[in-house]
């Protein structure tokens, strides 16, 4: 089947407040609320066919744009205007084409008109990001398949070789074809910067019933995969790991972990100096070994100045607030770095890019040296959730960082009626209890197997008499 040729025919945005059940600190913030902004998204077919297509991410705070002058409310009214930007264009564009050819025909116009308005590309990307994921939603809907179906069939038109000559004679729809969703997917921890290692030092109990402290975490979810937030002083960061590994060692079994610089680091011999001193560290030895990568230590203004194989060649290190646009991945490949993360934040159509370029380099130079990682953005129990798992999930990578459950009390927030359907449509992926709908998360695995739904990985629908309509700047 082609990929179907499809106009924009309504879009609507619309957000609600989400509250965090104890702060989280990552890089320069501590966030303990935040909005969650959700697209809706008419389309229209050539036969006159036409359904409704809905995404969701969080309106996040200090990570698409760092700059300290700029306050939490600052960092919203960037990422609305970003999302203005991408409906009007998508809106104004009355011709039909592909669910990617609508991505393609605006992607370097939507970086050009957010730079004249201030916003780097990583915030305007941010806009079709989101109206991208709604737009492959209508299109699963109005054609009845799912995710996994459309895009190991190619009906969003995937062809990279429009916007990046380096895909030229690269056969996209067989490396689609050749994907493998799974029905589970292990959860990847985060440990910010001020959690509670242990009951000890807890300052201010919660008192849910809910996991608090690491030790919890791994009590109650069985997870053998962690995140591990790095502050960018060596000193301090080697004692914080340090107090980390004296939990986690008590394991039994193998666990795994990723270092997150958070761009803490400002060159790369200060992450030479901490992964020095991790190996001397007799505390640090069983964690050492378990380290499976490091993300983007520096800080963005010059991680691609310099080379990173003073430390990639023992452990990979990859980019992820660097990834600003499609052509940066090749450029940090040329500098030693191993691999980029997907973030539905980012774009689903760069992440399957990414994964290609992957996919197309491990063949070239016969290796396995490329890879993707799976990073969660504190993605909300609902559509934002399943969306991003099941884009990962269909990249074949097999662990996830998850923590937007561990941060906000799961679905307490909503109505019961949106609780109840979620649970109903995804019993395997949510549970209810200590009061509400939340992730379901046994032997550190999650169960994933209904993303299969028709539509993008949702079926169920969240309550929109419940949000509030989003205001976008002209």
């Known amino acids: 089947m082609n990929a179907p040729l499809l106009r924009v025919a309504e879009l609507a945005m619309f957000e609600r407040d989400v509250r965090l059940r104890m702060p989280f600190r990552f890089g320069v913030v501590t966030l303990t609320e935040s909005p969650q902004a959700f697209a809706r998204v008419r389309i229209e077919l050539e036969d006159g066919r036409s359904s409704w297509g809905l995404a969701a991410e969080l ?53 050009e008109a957010g730079a004249r308005r201030g916003l780097n590309p990583l915030v305007a990307c941010y806009g079709p990001a989101l109206i991208d994921r709604a737009l492959l939603d209508a299109l699963c809907r109005v054609l009845g398949v799912s995710f996994y179906d459309a895009l190991r069939a190619n009906l969003p038109g995937i062809a990279p070789a429009a916007l990046l000559p380096e895909f030229a004679g690269f056969d996209m729809h067989a490396f689609l074809g050749a994907l493998e969703p799974a029905a589970t997917i292990a959860a990847r921890h985060t440990v910010g910067l001020v959690d509670a290692l242990t009951e000890a030092e807890v300052r201010e109990a919660v008192n849910d019933g809910l996991p608090q402290t690491l030790e919890q975490v791994v009590a109650a979810y069985g997870q053998r995969y962690f995140k591990l937030k790095v502050g960018g002083v060596v000193a301090e960061d080697i004692e914080r790991l340090s107090a980390i590994a004296a939990v986690l060692d008590r394991i039994p079994d193998a666990y795994f972990a990723s270092l997150d610089g958070n761009e803490q680091y400002e060159s ?136 937007g459950h561990h941060y906000v009390n799961g679905m307490a927030g909503l109505t019961e009626a949106e609780q109840s359907g979620f649970l109903a449509a995804h019993p395997g992926l949510y549970e209810r209890s200590h009061g509400a709908v939340r992730l379901r998360i046994q032997g550190g695995q999650m169960d994933i197997a209904s993303l299969s739904c028709k539509g993008y990985a949702v079926a169920a629908e969240p309550d929109w008499s419940s949000m509030r309509k989003m205001v976008l700047p002209n």
């Open 59 to 111: 309106l996040a705070p200090k990570w698409f744009d760092k700059d300290l002058a700029l306050s939490n409310q600052d960092n919203y009214a960037q990422l609305r205007l970003a999302l203005g930007i991408a409906r009007d264009a998508y809106l104004g564009d009355r011709a039909r084409r592909s669910a990617f050819g609508h991505f393609a025909a605006h992607y370097r116009a939507q970086i």
């Open 268 to 403: 790369i011999e200060g992450v030479v100096e901490l992964w020095s001193r991790m190996q001397a560290e007799a505390r640090l030895q069983r964690l050492v070994k378990s380290i499976l990568f490091i993300e983007q230590p520096i800080k963005r203004s010059c991680a691609l100045e310099k080379d990173v194989s003073a430390v990639s060649r023992d452990t990979p290190v990859i980019i992820d607030e660097s990834d600003s646009d499609l052509d940066v991945f090749p450029r940090a490949r040329e500098l030693g770095y191993a691999g980029v993360s997907s973030k539905t934040c980012k774009g689903l159509y760069k992440s399957m890019i990414n994964a290609a370029r992957c996919a197309r380099w491990n063949a070239e130079g016969q290796t396995a040296r490329y890879f993707m990682s799976a990073e969660d953005l504190t993605l909300q129990a609902g559509v934002a959730v399943q969306q991003d798992l099941a884009l990962v999930n269909l990249l074949g990578i097999r662990h996830v960082e998850r923590n």
